[in-house]
């Protein structure tokens, strides 16, 4: 998912690259300008979103206990949705493994297909466990600090077509920056708040730095060009925690990037709450208003 935003935002800068050579503002908005825009946003406000308004529960396991999962009201992991079987199977963890095993006469599947009974989950380098599948139901194990989570979606969950969508703002070739990337040579660790209302630990890789009117600002980011920021409209007009935002990463020997405020959207958790977001920290935040991208409302 992320890798298909990325595809976006690197034509996207091409775009940008290619109105350059007039010193008008408004040319930054070309027609193909534009029309990657549209597809940024259709993106977010369908498939980026439906992934996480699929969401249904996240549940909190111990290590050392079994826990049983399914529609069953005996479950220890209770999943009251349609068609989904009394018991899916069990999970068992330790403090470095995550055994789930099926239930007998019950389907479940990797993401690859194969049909499993018992299995040793894999972790990705976000925590992350491979994604196991039962009918409508998927389902991964995340790590979270020293404790872990399951996390369940809903393929049919009706939220994904009932969700109204946020508004957002006009489009403004103000916020569309030209900025200089540098990487650290050592990551700076900081402590940010979570949704999960526990402080998180994040590695900063890079900082981009820009001008706005007349100012110079800084901002940390993560791999892949990943931003947190808050800015003078959080908590009025956007999200109370934030908002973020992808950039594009130069080529090898390059530091110049586009940032395009215009793109910046709401994390997950402001719809959704059973998500676990990190929110930026204090560097992160701009004192100027950010009259650019995704809007918060209820």
């Keep these: 998912m992320k890798n298909i935003i990325r595809v976006l935002l690197a034509i996207l800068v091409l775009n940008m690259v290619s109105c350059t050579n007039t010193s008008e503002t408004t040319s930054k908005l070309t027609e193909a300008y534009l029309a990657d825009y549209d597809s940024i946003i259709a993106y977010r406000e369908g498939a980026g979103r439906a992934h996480y308004l699929q969401l249904v529960a996240l549940f909190p396991i111990s290590p050392f206990e079994i826990y049983s999962i399914g529609s069953d009201q005996s479950s220890d992991l209770l999943l009251e949705i349609p068609e989904v079987p009394g018991t899916i199977g069990t999970l068992f963890s330790t403090p470095d493994s995550t055994i789930f095993t099926a239930a007998e006469g019950t389907i479940v599947t990797t993401s690859d297909g194969d049909t499993i009974q018992s299995k040793a989950l894999e972790f990705d380098q976000y925590d992350n466990s491979e994604k196991l599948h039962s009918g409508r139901i998927e389902f991964i194990v995340k790590a979270f600090q020293d404790k872990r989570f399951i996390r369940v979606w809903d393929l049919e969950n009706p939220r994904v077509a009932a969700f109204p969508g946020y508004e957002w703002y006009d489009l403004n070739p103000d916020f569309i920056l030209t900025a200089e990337y540098e990487p650290l040579k050592t990551p700076i660790v900081v402590t940010v708040p979570t949704s999960m209302g526990v402080q998180d630990r994040v590695s900063f890789t890079g900082k981009v730095t820009f001008e706005y009117q007349g100012e110079k600002y800084e901002l940390l980011s993560e791999g ?16 109370g925690s934030g908002r973020y935002l992808y950039f594009e990463l130069p080529k090898d020997g390059e530091k110049e990037v586009m940032v395009d405020f215009n793109v910046s959207y ?29 809007k918060y409302h209820h």
Excluded: H
Aim: with cysteine; aromatic share 16%; net charge negative.
């Design 266 to 294: 709401n994390p997950p958790c402001s719809y959704s709450d059973v998500t676990t977001c990190r929110f930026p920290p204090k560097q992160n935040y701009l004192p100027f208003e950010v009259l650019a991208g995704e």
């Design 224 to 239: 892949g060009g990943f931003l947190m920021f808050g800015d003078e409209t959080t908590g009025v007009e956007t999200y």
